[in-house]
Nanobody, 114 residues
Framework: QVQLVESGGGLVQAGGSLRLSCAVS????????MGWYRQAPGKERELVAE??????NYPASTEGRFIISRDSAYSKMFLRMNSLQPEDTAVYYC?????????WGKGTLVTVSS
């Protein structure tokens, strides 16, 4: 079975940077889509960044500050977060879609203090 494990979350001050990682296991096939999502208390889960064969995509809230990447074997993906603000505080989840089936990690908490 496919499993995703996030790491790298923690507490940072506003204006700081953090890098999240996601390790993928349980599949020999390369995915065609990877993404980072986040969910703050009382809010819907939202897209942070995504990457596919056609390139990357970022919503207005993260474009210019966050960078998504992955290794050539599709076994790991990363999220570099710069210029973090308190509104970025949330649980961050990695997501991968393989053969039409989506998989979520358990999440890693990012807290940004003012």
């Amino acid at each position: 079975q496919v499993q995703l494990v996030e790491s790298g979350g923690g507490l940072v001050q506003a204006g700081g940077s953090l890098r999240l990682s996601c390790a993928v296991s349980g599949s020999r096939f390369h995915n065609t889509y990877m993404g980072w999502y986040r969910q703050a208390p009382g809010k819907e889960r939202e897209l942070v960044a995504e990457i596919g064969s056609g390139g990357t995509n970022y919503p207005a809230s993260t474009e210019g500050r966050f960078i998504i990447s992955r290794d050539s074997a599709y076994s790991k993906m990363f999220l570099r977060m710069n210029s973090l603000q308190p509104e970025d505080t949330a649980v961050y989840y990695c997501y991968i879609k393989l053969s039409g089936v989506g998989y979520w990690g358990k999440g890693t908490l990012v807290t940004v203090s003012s």
